[in-house]
T-cell receptor, first 112, second 112 residues
Framework: NAGVTQTPKFRVLKTGQSMTLLCAQD?????MYWYRQDPGMGLRLIHY???????AKGEVPDGYNVSRLKKQNFLLGLESAAPSQTSVYFC???????????FGPGTRLTVT | GENVEQHPSTLSVQEGDSAVIKCTYS??????FPWYKQELGKRPQLIID?????GEKKDQRIAVTLNKTAKHFSLHITETQPEDSAVYFC???????????FGTGTRLLVSP
């Protein structure tokens, strides 16, 4: 099992550009999450999904959109990137029988 | 919404000493409290968790205690080793375990 994977690992964007981050899990997990991690601020929830076809807002959803068209994939989109979105993005997933969230390796995004 | 505060932000100990990290939460409905360890450049990983119907849980050198009345919980690491050096995050769950709210993290440095 690969667990949770994220694509890409690194990306540099210019202000106003768009991009999509892909999260994939092969554990048949129902729940998937997108977090951003900034120095001194811990992990903040952007959006999450409780199952295929569902999405919900987290603490810091502005400027991001998500889609969960397939159970194994959770996409995070930035339509018009801003320097404030420079961060490390982590995806996580969780099965319905356990509370443990399994994290992906992260994507380091820089917006100039 | 739920707010989780974590202290201290940094903690330096000598190898063999004990380390204690404390978190407080605001929502009395929270009922699941995990601790994650994140090594430099790596993904967060669950090290121990506790449910609100339990006051203490141990796993070898680590333990977590929960005081529901005071709404705080703590991570205890005994006989610290250099490989315990990492950032530790506490979290509290809301909405029937669907979401986690994380503390801002504690950087633990264990010196040989």
């Amino acid at each position: 099992n690969a667990g949770v994977t994220q694509t890409p690992k690194f990306r540099v964007l210019k202000t106003g550009q768009s991009m999509t981050l892909l999260c994939a899990q092969d554990m048949n997990h129902e729940y998937m999450y997108w977090y951003r991690q900034d120095p001194g601020m811990g992990l903040r929830l952007i959006h999450y999904s409780v199952g295929e076809g569902t999405t919900a807002k987290g603490e810091v959803p502005d400027g991001y959109n998500v889609s969960r068209l397939k159970k194994q994939n959770f996409l995070l989109g930035l339509e018009s990137a801003a320097p404030s979105q420079t961060s490390v993005y982590f995806c996580a997933s969780r099965g319905s029988a356990s509370y443990e969230q399994y994290f992906g390796p992260g994507t380091r995004l820089t917006v100039t | 919404g739920e707010n989780v505060e974590q202290h201290p932000s940094t903690l330096s100990v000598q190898e063999g000493d004990s380390a204690v990290i404390k978190c407080t939460y605001s929502d009395s409905a929270s009922n699941y409290f995990p601790w994650y360890k994140q090594e430099l450049g790596k993904r967060p990983q669950l090290i121990i968790d506790i449910r609100s119907n339990v006051g203490e849980k141990k796993d070898q050198r680590i333990a977590v205690t929960l005081n529901k009345t005071a709404k705080h919980f703590s991570l205890h690491i005994t006989e610290t080793q250099p490989e315990d050096s990492a950032v530790y995050f506490c979290a509290a769950s809301i909405q029937s375990f669907q979401k986690l709210v994380f503390g801002t993290g504690t950087r633990l440095l264990v010196s040989p």
